[in-house]
Every structure is written in structure tokens, then in C-alpha cells.
């Protein structure tokens, strides 16, 4: 069969300044007709860059690209811009990563789509408000009409993911590159988008290029696997061939940096250790698990949640009754000094609502929240003070969280000034860089900004600021999401050494099961502001009670 798409000998450079750095390094291989392939390795593997090549995406000025481009025999390196425009959009369409910024947030849903129709078809205007319905309807959006006239910011992850694949698929193309479009989603929404594609590629027969870190989903819609680290392909064939028996040590250890769900390790092995095989598989025994539980449950908790109540109001005019949106609705729990209690929902559970909450960045509706014998909701502003110092957040995106115009070095001394914690700004210095060390950065790095760094570096600065202030509890709230499976597993062993060293307390804040239950001592399971399920955590994945709770686990990819 005649290939759809042909990349040979492909290598792309970008020139900054007197330096070129090649990412990509004479690659090679083929999409063929009504195939999903999917393209997997770490962050900077060239992945991305590979398909914004496909695309005409890269910037013309500062990237030299050699070798061949194909598209149904016609090189697109070598195609003039008249002509390329007539096959973007219309026969080679992207869904990018992060649809926010992806989406015009001043325009409709409706019109962003119909925008693309307008541009590449010449139907009628009501023609095109009825193709842009049908294909709110193909995509599953709930209330397509309604949709139609909703803003970006008025809908979920999930639902603004689907918006970009309608777009995507508006000129019914022959080739869709789908590049990370799960990460940062829930488990249930990336089997929901999964599940989507898949359906799609069989209704219309267009091919897909499926790019991701996670080899484990990969194996859930792709017939076709190339694995790629530092710019080169390391290994390629079928999901059988490659999942099953991989040939490489590179694409063994993708496949072993995941959680396993069947057994509890003291440690996750990172692509690193397992590259230069400096990683021991050890286990915890559950004596030595119930001999710990033993221990931290034998206090009084660190933080008791009681009968807690978020709730949101909006008023939709001056005369119409306002909505009640119930975030958190009558929740309790308890957390122990040395404990690390995971709670698991999808988006719109309230986890991250029941976090801010105890930080007070929002309101409780009623309830109480007891840290260390004292009622926080009962404090004033200034009594808190204390407070903010011994419960810490690490962010879920440290670039947002981090100004852009401060060195790193400046924004974690900030709040220790703030917090009068050590007496002069030099013995704060030479306590910085001692968490730099911790947390696997540089002295050096104390001067340099955000944009400098990697996005697992950056979430390192966030764990070293959250440190800073020496707290009791740490609030994770999504902290290793956006980060790719061996970035993730670094930085969850992290975690982990630093609660062993500083005998932290965690509250762990995510949608995936399984890298909750890798972390988590307890397991509470939120759905729609409610407790669903609380308990053990091994106890819990191994016989869940609720029909929620096994749809989370489900939905989890395994593999093969």
C-alpha cells in the first residue's frame, strides 16, 4: 500500500545566534492510509517538533530541515506556500496539546469551527451552521446547540478538547496529528478522547498520528509504534511487537517508569536509573507497611476536615434565582503527621476545591478545618499568618506560578523574608542552595529564570519554594499531571525521599489512580463534591465498593 505520509532521513536544526542544535536526527518512517500511528518518547525526544515539520509550523528563519517530507508523493519541504495552504487545514488538520490556548477565547465555539469550513468549503452559511451542529454531535458534546454559542472558558477540559477535534475534522481530512491531546485530562476524559479518535478513524478512514509520553496509552489506540529519545527513532514496529517484546532498553524502561498497579515499590524507576541500571525493583512488604500505619495512627491527626462545605453562588440576572454549584459538599477526613492521604476524582470532583480551601485561597461555605488542635476557620487574617507557613501548596503548572521576571533564587528567598524564617538574607541564601541540592538542581541555578528551565527542573523549584518555609503539610495538587512518565516518576521519588528526610505530611491531589495509590497510605474518592469511598489504598484499588471508584480504575491505561 502507498504510504499517506513518508519521512526519510528527516533532520531539523534550529540556529540561535553562533550555535545550531539539531533535535532531530535523520528519522524515518511511514503513516499509511486508515492507520493510527503513534509517536512516543520523553520530553525532547522531537516528537513534537517531527509533526510541526509535517505542518509547516516551525519558523523559516531559524530552522534549517534536510531530508524528505511526503504527502501522497508530493514533498511538502520543497511545495510553494500557495500550495501547502490548500493541504493544511483541509487534507492534514493538528489538535494541539493545551486547547485554551489553542482556542480564541473572544469568539464562539461555533464560530471558531465555522470559521474553518468558511476558509476551506463553499457552503452556504446555513449550511455551515448545520455541519458545525453535526459535528458537535459527532464529537459527543453535551447540548451541541447550546455549545455552539458558549465561550472557551465556559466549558470543561474534556469539552474544549472536543471542540479542537471538531475543528479538527471539519474538512474531513486524510491526516490528523493528534499531539499529547490527553495530557493534564482526567482518566476518565483521556478514555472518553481515546475512545473518540478511535471511532472517528474507523467512521471516516483518516490516518492519525497519535503523539504522547505514556507508551502504556499509546497501546490503546495505535496499530503502529515509533519510539524516539533525543531525536532519533530508536525503535519502531507493531503494538505487539514493540509493547510485548521490546528490542531496546530505552523502550523498556518508558514501560516501567509507569506505576504498577499489582505490587507497591519503594521507588519508581526513572528511564535514568533504568538507562544506567542503577535501579533495584524493592517492595514494601505489608509488615512493614502495617508496622508504619501502626505508628502515625497511634497520634492525634495533623488536620481534621469536618462536615465541610464549598459551595459557589451565581446570580444569572437581577430578577432570576441564583445557582448553587456544590464544589464540596459535607466532607470529613482525617490526616496524620507522616501520612500522605490521596484523593482522587475526576475534574469537577472538588479535590483541588477541598485543598484551596484549607489554604483559604477559597471560602468555606460551613464546616471546620482543625490543624494541630486549632479550628483555622475561626482565625482572623492575621492569626493565619502562622498558619500559611506550616501548610504549603506545590502547583500543578510551576511555570504559571513562578514570575518570569524574578530568578528562581529571588522567588523562593520572597516568602522566607515574608515569614521571618532564619535571621539574615545570606544564612536564607546558603539555605536555598541546600534545597537546590535536595531536589536535584544547582547552585547556579539560583540565578537564572523560569523560562530557563525544563518543565520537571521548574516543578523542582516549586517543591524547593514550598520547602523553604518549612512546613508540616504539603498540599500537591496535581503536581506531576502535565510531566511526562520519566519526569513523573523522578519527581514523585522526590517526594517521597523529602517526606522520609523532613517526616512531611502530604495531602495528594490527582486524577490518576495510579500514581495516587504509588503515593498514597489512604485513598479518599471524590465525585461530585462527595466522599465516594475512603480507605486504604491498597485495600481500595484491589476490591473497590463503588461503581465510581471501578470506573476510575478501568480507565487507567495498562497496556497490553
Not at 483559604?360 to 482572623?380: F, H, P, Q, R
Not at 502547583?395 to 506560578?401: E, G, M, R, T
Not at 485513598?523 to 465498593?545: M, W
Request: net charge neutral; hydrophobic share 40%.
Amino acid at each position: 500500500m502507498d504510504s499517506l505520509i513518508s519521512i526519510k532521513n528527516l533532520s531539523i536544526s534550529f540556529n540561535n545566534q553562533d550555535k545550531t542544535n539539531k533535535v532531530v536526527s535523520e528519522i524515518g518512517f511511514e503513516v499509511l492510509p486508515n492507520q493510527i500511528v503513534g509517536v512516543v518518547g520523553e520530553s525532547g525526544s522531537g516528537k513534537s517538533v517531527t509533526s510541526m515539520a509535517i505542518m509547516g509550523l516551525l519558523p523559516t528563519n531559524i530552522t534549517k530541515v534536510t531530508g524528505s517530507i511526503l504527502y501522497n508523493g508530493l514533498s511538502l519541504i520543497e511545495i510553494a506556500p500557495r500550495e501547502f495552504r490548500k493541504i493544511i487545514g483541509n487534507e492534514m488538520s493538528m489538535i494541539f496539546q493545551e486547547p485554551m490556548t489553542s482556542l480564541n477565547p473572544s469568539l464562539t465555539c461555533g464560530e471558531q469551527v465555522a470559521e474553518v469550513l468558511a476558509l476551506h468549503t463553499s457552503l452556504s452559511k446555513k449550511e455551515i451552521e448545520d455541519e458545525v451542529l453535526s459535528l458537535f454531535q459527532k464529537v459527543k458534546l453535551p447540548r451541541p446547540k447550546k455549545m455552539m454559542s458558549q465561550y472557551p472558558h465556559e466549558l470543561s477540559g474534556g469539552q474544549k478538547q472536543r471542540i479542537m477535534i471538531a475543528m479538527a475534522i471539519a474538512c474531513k481530512p486524510k491526516l490528523l496529528i493528534a499531539d499529547e491531546p490527553t495530557t493534564a485530562l482526567d482518566v476518565g476524559v483521556q478514555k472518553e478522547i481515546v475512545l473518540l479518535l478511535k471511532a472517528l478513524q474507523q467512521e471516516t478512514g483518516m490516518s492519525i498520528l497519535f503523539i504522547t509520553h505514556d507508551l502504556a496509552l499509546i497501546t490503546e489506540i495505535a496499530h503502529h509504534i515509533v519510539v524516539m529519545q533525543k531525536g532519533k527513532i530508536v525503535e519502531q514496529g507493531s503494538v505487539h511487537q514493540v509493547f510485548l517484546n521490546p528490542q531496546e532498553i530505552y523502550t523498556k524502561a518508558l514501560i516501567n517508569a509507569r506505576p504498577k498497579m499489582n505490587i507497591r515499590l519503594k521507588e519508581l524507576p526513572s528511564v535514568t536509573s533504568y538507562l544506567e541500571d542503577d535501579f533495584f525493583e524493592e517492595q514494601y512488604t505489608p509488615e512493614e507497611r502495617n508496622l508504619y500505619h501502626q505508628k502515625i495512627y497511634s497520634q492525634q491527626p495533623l488536620l481534621e476536615v469536618k462536615n465541610l462545605k464549598t459551595y459557589y453562588f451565581s446570580k444569572n440576572s437581577w430578577f432570576s434565582k441564583g445557582n448553587v454549584v456544590k464544589a464540596v459538599d459535607n466532607v470529613s477526613f482525617r490526616v496524620y503527621q507522616g501520612e500522605t492521604v490521596g484523593l482522587v476524582g475526576e475534574s469537577g470532583s472538588g479535590k483541588s476545591t477541598i485543598g484551596r480551601t484549607i489554604l483559604n485561597l477559597e471560602k468555606a461555605t460551613s464546616g471546620e478545618i482543625w490543624y494541630d488542635g486549632v479550628n483555622l476557620l475561626s482565625l482572623s487574617l492575621r492569626e493565619r499568618k502562622k498558619y500559611r507557613q506550616a501548610i504549603q501548596l506545590i502547583f500543578q503548572d510551576p511555570y504559571s506560578s513562578l514570575n518570569p521576571m524574578m530568578k528562581v533564587g529571588e522567588a523562593i528567598l520572597e516568602p522566607m523574608v515574608r515569614h521571618d524564617i532564619l535571621e539574615t538574607n545570606e544564612e536564607r541564601k546558603n539555605y536555598i542552595y541546600q534545597l537546590l541540592a535536595k531536589v536535584g538542581l544547582e547552585k547556579e541555578h539560583y540565578d537564572r529564570y523560569p523560562h530557563e528551565f525544563s518543565g520537571g527542573q521548574r516543578q523542582r523549584i516549586g517543591i524547593a519554594r514550598a520547602l523553604a518555609l518549612q512546613p508540616k503539610l504539603i498540599i500537591c495538587d496535581e503536581s506531576v499531571s502535565a510531566l511526562d512518565v520519566s519526569v513523573q516518576a523522578q519527581v514523585l521519588n522526590l517526594l517521597n525521599k523529602l517526606k522520609k528526610e523532613f517526616e512531611f505530611t502530604y495531602l495528594f491531589i490527582s486524577h490518576d489512580l495510579s500514581i495516587v495509590k504509588f503515593m498514597s497510605d489512604q485513598l479518599i474518592v471524590l465525585n461530585k463534591g462527595k466522599i465516594e469511598e475512603v480507605g486504604d489504598a491498597d485495600i481500595i484499588y484491589k476490591s473497590p465498593q463503588k461503581t465510581y471508584t471501578k470506573s476510575l480504575i478501568s480507565a487507567i491505561p495498562k497496556g497490553i
